[in-house]
């Protein structure tokens, strides 16, 4: 069964760091664009970061630009999101997602086509 399986989150301090990881199972990566979104509480799901397939570019949401590190390990089938210096406006539900067209700065939903079910990252003040 294809499917993507988030771990990794939990409840640190501002300025504290977490690690996501992504797993894909029945699949591989290698030929796939994999992205990181969020959705806060009575928000819209924004994107994080993204790897496109196309040519290796990487993308950040500006909120998060030199705070998050998004990585892939295609030996392992697992795709990564380090977060550091967080915030209290980090907090919301992180996704993992996979895409076949790339993807760009503006990091957009309808580019992934398989999702996970997301993990909870909250950052107490």
């Known amino acids: 069964q294809v499917r993507l399986v988030e771990s990794g989150g939990g409840l640190v301090q501002t300025g504290g760091s977490l690690r996501l990881s992504c797993a894909a199972h029945?699949?591989?990566?290698?030929?796939?664009?994999v992205g990181w979104f969020r959705q806060a509480p009575g928000r819209e799901r924004e994107g994080v970061s993204c790897i496109s397939d196309r040519d290796g570019s990487i993308y950040y949401a500006d909120s998060v630009k030199g705070r998050f590190t998004i990585s892939k390990d295609n030996t392992k089938h697992t795709m990564y999101l380090q977060m550091n210096d967080l915030e209290p406006e980090d907090t919301a539900i992180y996704y993992c997602?996979?895409?076949?067209?790339?993807?760009?700065?503006?990091?957009?939903?309808?580019?992934?086509?398989?999702w996970g079910q997301g993990t909870q990252v909250t950052v107490s003040s």
């Open positions: 029945g699949f591989t990566l290698t030929y796939y664009t």
């Open positions: 997602a996979t895409g076949g067209v790339g993807c760009r700065s503006n990091i957009e939903k309808a580019d992934f086509g398989a």
